[in-house]
């Protein structure tokens, strides 16, 4: 295999400041990167791709999301989250080939909207695995699957089925990687749970999970009342049987363990002082996703202060049911105008090596630093400010040492 080098007017490494007249040599994976003069010395033989006044970045990685619904349109404004969930797919009229059609046409929209908009590197929650992970195991995007269970309530029984289907490593491969996601405190057990967590820890799998996403998650686990028991009563499937928990979402996921893995916790929007000190303390990383965020009218995030306290802290787009599209950059955006005086590296890092981090994936991808793989994101723009400014969206971008 030959060295490639690419070339441009800035390089921003997310490990290192930026490299003004940068280069980077690599094959399928980095070889080398430094300034241009340096690197077509040591790389005489090499193929060059000089793409001037741009902005080279490692490939984004999109911590968050639910590729399988990419078919769907962000709904008018919901009543609430729980009537979001509801309305989202009317399941009584749905059949097994209604579903696999719904994955069959969203998975293809989200890859390409995904690569459209630089994102390389996908944390996907795969509800649907049994459809979309053999849709995802050829790339070209890099995909940690995570299989989502529910089973709760009157469905505790389906514990087994959900779980076998959710952690089947039949489809892995070079670009996917299977992970399990018990989905949130409303829709899963603790025994649910711990089955998850096991078998993450057994295997050294990646976990995720939604967190108090909502203010009714604590109600719901304090009582079994509140909007979410109400979702379960629409659907003719709650008992009382369901185990009462006090104490709020984050420290249910703390005792269960959860906070001393590298857990990926979608969303915590709503967070405590001692559950930011709760959080310090662990392992886990929170993916933000703001635009989604803004669509349901959470209050402020407190993504600052969990960078602040130590927090690793990503960002990601949830899904086009709740976000009008996987644009990750416009989540950046959002962002900057929220926090206008936040540092614009760390943004930045929030999509690449931060999020790398979450989705277990930093040694691989996230930085343009060699031994990761070649996977860039080429933006003709002066600064990394400046496409936060803008709606400039990626002129080429590069996975595995070839451009898509």
Request: net charge negative; aromatic share 8%; hydrophobic share 40%.
């Given at each position: ?323 009008p599209d996987l644009n990750l950059v416009d989540d950046l955006r959002l962002l900057h105008e929220i926090a206008p005086v936040a540092s614009v590296s760390t943004l930045w890092e929030m ?54």
């Amino acid at each position: 295999m030959s060295v490639k080098i690419l070339r441009a007017s800035v390089i921003a490494p997310m490990d290192r400041a930026p490299i003004v007249d940068g280069a980077i040599a690599f094959e399928d994976r980095i070889v080398d990167v430094g300034d241009a003069r340096s690197m077509l010395s040591q790389h005489s033989d090499a193929k060059i791709f000089d793409v001037g006044e741009s902005i080279i970045l490692p490939g984004l990685v999109n911590a968050h999301a639910h590729l399988e619904l990419s078919a769907f349109c962000q709904a008018p404004e919901p009543k609430s989250f729980a009537d979001w969930l509801l309305n989202l797919v009317p399941r009584s009229t749905l059949s097994a080939a209604d579903v696999q059609g719904m994955v069959e046409r969203g998975i293809p929209a989200g890859v390409e909207q995904c690569l459209r908009f630089g994102v390389t590197s996908v944390g996907e929650i795969s509800k649907q695995c049994m459809f979309s992970r053999p849709m995802l195991q050829s790339g070209p995007l890099r995909v940690v699957s995570y299989g989502e269970v529910q089973a709760m309530a009157q469905r505790r029984g389906l514990l087994d089925e959900r779980f076998a289907t959710a952690t089947d490593l039949a489809n892995e491969s070079q670009w996917l990687r299977v992970g399990v996601s018990p989905h949130a405190p409303y829709t899963v057990e603790p025994e649910g749970y711990k089955r998850c967590l096991e078998f993450a820890r057994r295997e050294h799998r990646p976990i995720a999970t939604h967190l108090a996403e909502s203010p009714d998650e604590a109600t719901f686990l304090e009582h079994g009342t509140g909007p979410f028991r109400e979702l379960w009563d629409a659907l003719n499937h709650w008992d009382d049987r369901v185990p009462k928990y006090m104490g709020g979402p984050i420290r249910f996921a703390r005792d269960l363990g959860l906070l001393d893995y590298p857990t990926l916790l979608a969303h915590v929007n709503y967070c405590d002082d001692d559950e930011l000190n709760i959080l310090a303390r662990g392992k886990a990383s929170v993916v933000y996703c703001p635009r989604t965020h803004r669509y349901f009218g959470h209050p402020p995030h407190r993504w600052r202060e969990m960078l602040a306290r130590g927090i690793n802290v990503a960002v990601g787009t949830d899904s086009c049911a709740s976000s009008p599209d996987l644009n990750l950059v416009d989540d950046l955006r959002l962002l900057h105008e929220i926090a206008p005086v936040a540092s614009v590296s760390t943004l930045w890092e929030m999509a690449t090596i931060r999020a790398a981090t979450a989705i277990g994936m930093a040694d691989q991808v996230g930085s343009i630093t060699p031994g990761k793989f070649a996977d860039f994101t080429i933006f003709e723009a002066p600064s990394l400010k400046a496409i936060l400014e803008s709606h400039v969206t990626p002129r080429e971008v590069w996975i595995r040492g070839d451009r898509i």
